[in-house]
């Protein structure tokens, strides 16, 4: 039972590089989500989406595209990566149980832009 | 929007107990959750509230006042792994999780 994967683990682009993180899920959630985590920042959204085929945008989406076409998997790209985007991504997906929506995490992605 | 405030760190001594307090600022509020993050790994979710009053899982306590928009986690018998950034964060009725940006917790022999 695999949870939620993300890759890659680790990447490293030049300013101006695009490219899709990757996050699959094995446990029929609904719910999955994208974040970034920066020192002192907490977990910023960036998006989410509620259903396959939906997408909305969280707190800091600018620079970021995202697409929900399979249920287990949620894309994230960056399509002109920037300096300040290097963070630690990670995704999540939620079901709601006794009306709460419990998040289990991927690992992380760990994305240095030069 | 959403906002969330809470400590940005607090020390307490193994079996001791520590209270982390949350308020928050939301639109369509549904629930108040807490999770659990270890030298940056992945995020584990411990409690959550969506009524108002106290919800007990083992060593853990969380609490929500919705009139206050306010809660906390309690959290009793410290252990040494316990040290660990802790977060809450608000869940609205659009699907929304936003988390507060975390509360250091450092357990002391």
């Known amino acids: 039972n695999a949870g939620v994967t993300q890759t890659p683990k680790f990447r490293v682009l030049k300013t101006g590089q695009s490219m899709t993180l990757l996050c699959a899920q094995d446990?029929?959630?609904?719910?999955m989500y994208w974040y970034r985590q920066d020192p002192g920042m907490g977990l910023r959204l960036i998006h989410y989406?509620?259903?396959?085929?939906?997408?909305a945008k969280g707190e800091v989406p600018d620079g970021y595209n995202v697409s929900r076409l399979k249920k287990q998997n949620f894309l994230l790209g960056l399509e002109s990566a920037a300096p300040s985007q290097t963070s630690v991504y990670f995704c999540a997906s939620g079901r709601l149980n006794s009306g709460a929506n419990v998040l289990t995490f991927g690992a992380g992605s760990r994305l240095t832009v030069l | 929007g959403q906002s969330l405030e809470q400590p940005s760190e607090v020390t307490a001594v193994e079996g001791a107990i520590v209270q982390i307090n949350c308020t928050y600022q939301t639109s369509g509020f549904y629930g108040l959750s807490w999770y659990q993050q270890h030298d940056g790994g992945a995020p584990t979710f411990l409690s959550y509230n969506a009524l108002d009053g106290l919800e007990e899982t083992g060593r853990f306590s969380s609490f929500l006042s919705r009139s206050d928009s306010y809660g906390y986690l309690l959290l009793q018998e410290l252990q040494m792994k316990d040290s660990a950034s802790y977060f809450c964060?608000?869940?609205?009725?659009?699907?929304?999780?936003?988390f507060g940006q975390g509360t250091e917790l450092s357990v002391k022999p």
């Open positions: 446990m029929n959630h609904e719910y």
């Open positions: 989406s509620v259903g396959e085929g939906t997408t």
């Open positions: 964060a608000v869940y609205n009725q659009g699907g929304k999780l936003i």
